[in-house]
């Protein structure tokens, strides 16, 4: 691809969706652009169409005018990580060490992966049949076949489900664009040459399917479904697979090889029965095995019993029950320490995604060491499986089918009132984590939430912003179960106070469709509280906004403001104010952007000293007078933001706020870079990298290093390998593989 055309397909993809700093600088830079062009003032690109019309714009004004070309190559240089081959992934999780005759479906999914062309396999089955283990099994045993990553993804919300492949295929965060239709055209381009398996595990529609669907020939898709998903195999053409329960032959087999035939041979009749019972089904089998293994010295004639007594506990009850995954999980509960067995109702009471010990410690109020152990315990017989290390430690979760039973019996031994203690509990935990995480990674920020005072007297948890973020990304999913569990139980403080703690999450590392419905319950929670109000619709207009929902963005702002304005407020409505602003810089109406940032320029400077947000107002104004600057360089009136962002400069020096003074002087290198051309970007970047000199490496230094480059590549210095492995050097510390990777690519090319 040329470097035009290859500007012009970042610049598009970055309008699609990008947040982040890199993504405003790339959108601000793409608006003044499209100014220049017959695109004009029509404002940022609605759709895929438009993006297409716009991109050939570019490239014709591109074609037509070198110094155009350069600006363009130089706004998207470094920034194409989207399109970059990000190393392999490999996320097929390892399932179970006793798989056991199911020759027929491996050698299936072999005969498909044979097919040229696009290849689909629909391995169907009823809970507890390996479907999931089949699919693992089989790409784990055929990693040669698919040298570009095996990728794992447990299937939910579409657009959430294909942002989780797409980040394991190397795009950032803040750089996955923010509609379905936009990430599947973008994961169909990122696939089209590589050689990949992509399991889909448990399905339940079509809709959940088809963005993964490619007519790239290397990719290969498996995916697992309690039952055949409509269309999938009529309409798609994917090859069906249907498990059914195994053997007596085979299921003997399996349990024999996890108890050993001594065992099974000296009570041959029990050993019998117990097969008999769990009826082919393989995840019974294996949870009852495990169950053995941890009781070498139970007999199997207890376990006969024991079935025995599960039956009458069920007669003329709702708990009757012959599915063999709950009759095995009966047991292993059965068999539990009463502190395990504790432990285990109480973390089942909710669909909690993950558990960590720390959650498990809050929901049982014993110690995070006690419940490690005690988790460790479940593990051990299969009531719970165990994940990777992550956030807060080595992670937990319940199969489905497993959780349900324990939920029941959680009814039955503890009761209702105490199962809702047990939430509150939890959701209480998970409120603590995120206020500390979300402190750690945005402190300069006005908090409403009664816990954030006691964050500023202690020491940190979290060392870095970096690691507070990471551990808010690993705990977003049981975060969004929090915020649900918190309006079950009609805890509306709870919830608003953990949708103001997700802020950091959501602004940092994205996640948008996920926030989307917790603020909108934030915003019903807040109720007669303004304020509280004000900062939760605050918050759904700008996930609103980066999703590129413009006019519900904008009605949600124009609210505040007006809510603001009502009560007096003069600090709250000159940042709803300001928000309207940047919604308009966001669309490319640069003029309206401007006149918006006056006027919270102008509410701002009315602020008396005894009155509310008084304290804000410095730090507001070299914002604001940042924000005029980028409307201003919207409009090509570079040499007025030019004077504006100096002003702001020297405010933001004033305050030592050096983030935003980079940030300043960064869009200070892009006015001149469209003004004068590479040249003269080169020393407000110089100096944009001396301020940091005294800072360590970050993102934000490893951004700045890459525009540097960019401009010494359009000028033909030989610096700008310099400051590429300055840049590779920080990603590599960060430990961000794609950007990383993107460097060493960027390296190559300068041979």
Known sequence: MDPVSLAVGVVMTVIAGAGGEVGRRLIDGAGGLARR????????????????????????????????????????????????????????????????????????????????????????????????????????????????????????????????????????????????????????????????????????????????????????????????????????????????????????????????????????????????????????????????????????????????????RGEGQAMTDDDPVRIAADAAYRALSPEAARVCRTVAVRPWPSLSAAAAAAAAGISEGEARLLLAELAAVRLLETGPAEGEGRRYRFRDTVRQYVERVAQREDGVQAMAQVVRRTVRHYLSFAVEADYCALPDRWHLGPLYARCKERDRKYPTSKDALEALRAERDSLAEAVRAAVDCGEDELVWQLCEAMWALHLKVGFHQQGVPALLEGVRAAGRQPQVASRMRTHLAFLLMWRGQYADAQREFSAVAAAEAAAGRKRGYATAVESLGLLCLRQWHWEEAERLFREALETVGTIGADEEGRADVPRARALLAHHIGRALRGQGRHEEAIIQLQDARRQLRALDDRYNEIRVLTTVAEARLAMDGAAAAIGPLDDALAAMADQGAGVQQAEVAVLRAGCAHELGDPAEERYLRTALKIYEGNGDTAAADRMRAQLDALG
């Open 37 to 312: 062009t017959p695109w004009g003032r029509r404002g940022v690109p609605r759709n895929a169409e438009e993006r297409q019309e716009l991109g050939r714009a570019l490239r014709r004004r591109a074609q037509a005018d070198p110094g155009f070309a350069r600006e363009l190559r130089v706004l998207a240089y470094g920034a194409a990580s989207r399109l970059a081959q990000a190393a392999a992934p490999q996320t097929l999780p390892l399932l179970t060490t006793h798989f056991t005759n199911r020759t027929h479906t491996l050698s299936s999914c072999t005969e498909v992966a044979e097919r040229p062309g696009p290849r689909t396999v629909e391995i169907t089955g009823p809970p507890g049949i390996g479907k999931s283990a089949a699919g693992a099994e089989w790409g784990l045993r055929n990693g040669e076949r698919f040298p570009d990553g095996r990728i794992w993804i447990e299937l939910g919300d579409p657009a959430e489900s294909l942002g989780r492949c797409l980040r394991q295929l190397g795009v950032q965060p803040d750089e996955l664009p923010v509609t379905l239709q936009d990430r599947t055209d973008l994961y169909r381009t990122m696939v089209t040459d590589r050689k990949l398996l992509i399991v889909l595990d448990n399905a339940g529609s079509l809709a959940q399917i088809e963005p993964f669907l490619t007519p790239a020939a290397g990719v290969m898709i498996i995916v697992t479904a309690r039952r055949p998903v409509t269309g999938l195999t009529g309409l798609r053409g994917a090859h069906p697979v249907p498990l059914t329960e195994l053997s007596p032959q085979s299921a003997t087999e399996l349990l024999t090889l996890m108890i050993g035939a001594e065992r099974a041979t000296a009570e041959l009749a029990a050993f019998q029965t117990v097969i008999s019972r769990l009826r082919g089904s393989p995840e019974a089998l294996c949870s009852m095995g495990q169950h053995l293994m941890a009781e070498p010295g139970l007999p199997l004639s207890e376990i006969v019993r024991e079935f025995a007594d599960h039956d009458r």
